[in-house]
C-alpha cells in the first residue's frame, strides 16, 4: 500500500474522482476536449467539476494508486504527459521494480516460434543485468519476454489493458504470480473492468511507451499493436529499435517497416544496452551457458543440425544418413538430457 | 421348416409364418415361377407353413424352398432332406441371395442354391448343387417336367452368370511414398505390434498414401478370418471371392467416409441388422480420414470393437455379433490453419478448441501419432528408392510371430505388466527416468512399453533393450506434443 509514500498534491483528489467511477475514458474526454498541452490539475479540476457523486475523503481501493506528481510516479511517464501520458495508474507490487532503467519489448499475439525465442532471450540478458522489462502480457513476445527476464533472474512489469482483477488473457495467473514477486502489474482501469473497447490496448500501449527509454519491437505484423506502441514512443522521443527478420516472414512485415522508417537494428541484449544511456555494454548480458556437448557423436550431428526453427524427423534422418529408429530414440534422449525439446513442427534445440 | 398341405376349399395360396406383405409377395413369386416351369397351381387351395412361427423371416431366400415344398406336396418331387436357399423369378430362373455363406456354416446337409451362389455355398457346405432355373432343380431332384419343358434357362442373363470376382486393390507400395522417415517407422511399428495410428498433417502430405500401405505389410489372412470376411461381405452383397474362385486372404481396408452414420460405422439399421464398415476392415485396417468431420456420437460406438474385437447389435427379436478386430487408422490436420506453409499461424484459444474436438472420444486409443510433413519438392521429383514393403514386411511378419509365440496376441493387446517382463532392466530404467523427468504420464509408460517390446521384436531381440526404450519415449513424445494444448 503506497499510503505510508510520499504523495503529490494531486494524489488525494484523483483517488476521490476514481472511487467515483472516473475512468480513462473520461480522462480522455476531459484531455481531448482541453487540449494535450493543459497540465495535469487542470484536468483534475475540469474532471472534478463534471462528475457527480463526489464523495469527501480517500475512497476505497484494492492495491496501490500512483498519480502524476507522487515521487513513485516513475519519472520517464510523467515526461509523457505532453504526449498523452497518463494521469494515475493502480498498481501491485514492489514499488521499486518502477525506478529500475526499463526497456520495453513488444511484438504479435500470433509470433513465430523464432521471434519468441529471440524475446525471450534478449529478455533474459538485459534482466540478467539489472534491466527492468515492460510489456503488456498478451500471448506471444509479451509473455516470452515476461518470462525471459524472469528466467534470466530480473523484474518484470506488465501493463494491462483490463482491470488487474480480470482473468485476461486467460490462463495468466500463474505468470502474474510469477511477476508480482520481483516486478509490478499496472492498469489504468478498475480491477474489474473486462474489455468494454478494444481501443483499451491502444491506450495501454502509450504507458509502455511511456515507461521505457528504449522500446523493442520483434515480430509486429503490417497493421499491429506493436507498431502503435512504436508510435506513441517516437512521440515521446524514446528510441525505437526492432529485430529484423526474412522479407519472406509475413509476421515480421512490420519490424522490418519499422527499420526502413529509421528504426535501430537490434540482434540481441547487447546491442540493446547501446541504446541505454550511461549504460556500457557487458558481455554477461548475452553470455550463452553452453553445458558440456553429449558423448554421443550422433547425438552431437544431430545438435548441429537444429536450429530455432523446428526441424522435421524426417530432415534429421536424411542428414544423418541413418532410420527413422535412430533419430526418434536420439531425440528422446537428448530432450531428457535438456538440449532438445520436441514441438508442432518438429524438434528445436533449447534456448541457453 | 417349410411344409405344404394341399387342402379342400377356394383356389388360394396361403403362406403361413411369414409377416404382413413378404408373405403375399413370396407367395406371388412361386406361384408364378411355378406357373412358368410347367405347374400351374391356381386352381388348387395350397397352404405353405414356414416354422417356427415365431422366428423371423424376412427376404426371398426361403422362395425356393417354398416352391419345392409345394411340388412335393403335388407329387412331382419325391421327399428330401436337402436345404435350398434361393430366390426365384417370374418365369422360373434362381437368383442368388445374400448371406449364403454365414447362413449355412456348419451344415451337412445337402445343398441347393442358384449357380451363382455355388462358388460361395461350397466354402460352407460339403454338398452343393447350383442350379439356374427352378425347372433344373426339378430335373436334378428326380422329378418329371410337364412336356415339352425343357430345364435350360429361356433368357441368358447376368443372373445366372458367378458373381462378380473382388476388385484387385493394392495397398500402396512403400518405396513411392518419399521422405516421412517418422510416419513410415510409426507404420511398420502399427503393423508389427497392432498399435493404432493417428497421422497428423497438413492436406496434401501423404496421410491416405501412409494408411494404405499398411494392408500390404500385414500377414495373409488365415482360414478363420477369411471366413469372417466372406460371410460379412456376402450379407452386403459384395464380391467376396477371387478370379480363380478363392477365398480373397489380403486383409481388407475399409474406409468410411466422415458422413457415415453410427449405423454404417458399426453396423445395424433397420431391421436385418448388418454389418457396418468395422466388419468390413475385421481382419486388416479400419481408416477414419477427417476425424475431425466425425461425429462425436459416431465414434463413440467404436469402444465396443476397439474393446472387445466384435459388435453386437440387439434387436426385439435377436442380437446378432459381427465381428470387429481392425488396426485403427486415423487422419486429420493439426490444426485449423492446415497448418500453413511457413508454420502454424493459428492462435492458442483456436487451437485448444480443435484439439479437443480432436480428441474427443478417441483420445487415449492412439499409441503412435508421428508428424507427417508435407515434402519438400525436391524430394519429390527424386526417385522413389525408399525401403519396398516386401523388405519392411518380411520385419513385420517376423515381429508378428514373435509377439504370438510370446502372448498369444499381438503387443498392442498385452497388458503392460506382462510385457515389462520381458524387458531389460536398463530399459526399464530409461522409462521411468522419462516418466520421471515428466515426459511420460503413468498411461505413456505403459504405452511405452509396448511399442518399446515392438520396436525390439522388428529388431529380432527376445528382451527389451534401452535402444528400443528410447524409440518408444520419442514416439511418446511425438504423441503427446501433436495432442499438447498450445504452451
Known sequence: ????????????????????????????????????????????????????????GPAPSTGGLIVIGDPSFPHLLAEAWSAGGPLWLRHRGPPAALQQQTVAVVGSRRATLDGIEIASRVAAGLGRVGVTIVSGMARGIDQAAHRGCLAGGGATVAVLGTGAGVDYPAGSGPLRQQILQTGAILSE???????????QFLARNRIIAGLAQVLVVIDAGRRSGALNSAAWAADMGRTVAAVPASPSTTAAAGSLALLRDGAVLVRDATDVLELLPDRRPTPAADAVHAPPPPPDPLHRRLLGLLGARPTTISALTAHLSCDGATTLAAVAELQDRGFVQMVRDGVVATPR | MVEAAIGRGLPAFSLLGVKGSEAVQASERVRAALAATGYGVGQRKLLVNLA?????????????AIAVAVLRAIGVLPPGGQIFLAEVALDGMLRGVRGVLPGLRGVAAPVVVASGDAAEARLAAAQVLGAATLAEVVTRLGGRLPQGRSSAPQIRGADTAARPAVRADRPIEMSRIRGQEEARRAVEIAAAGAHNLLLLGPPGSGKTMLARSITGLLPALDDAEALAVAAVRSLLGRPMLTQDGELDRRPPFAAPHHSASAAALLGGGSGVARPGAVSQASGGVLFLDELLEWSARTLDGLREPLEEGQVRIARTEATVTYPARFLLVA???PCPCGPAADGCRCGPTARARYRSRLTGPLADRFDLAPQVTRVPAPLLAAPADAEPSESVRRRVLSARAAAVDRYGRPNAQVPAETVRDSAA?????????AAAGGHLTARGFDRALRVARTCADLAGEPQILSSHAWEAVGHRLRLETMWAEAA
Open chain 1, 1 to 56: 500500500m503506497t499510503d505510508a509514500a510520499p504523495r503529490g498534491v494531486l494524489h488525494d483528489r484523483v483517488r476521490r474522482l476514481l472511487g467515483a467511477g472516473v475512468g480513462p475514458r473520461d480522462l480522455a474526454r476531459a484531455r481531448a476536449t482541453m487540449g494535450a498541452e493543459a497540465p495535469p490539475g487542470d484536468i483534475v479540476e475540469a474532471l472534478e467539476r463534471t462528475t457527480p457523486l463526489l464523495r469527501d
Open chain 2, 425 to 433: 532392466p536398463e530399459a526399464v530404467a530409461v522409462l521411468t527416468r
Open chain 2, 52 to 64: 417356427p412361427a415365431g422366428v423371423a423371416k424376412r427376404g426371398a431366400a426361403f422362395d425356393l
Open chain 2, 331 to 333: 487422419a486429420g490436420n
Open chain 1, 189 to 199: 482501469h478498475a480491477d474489474d473492468a473486462g474489455i468494454a473497447h478494444p481501443s
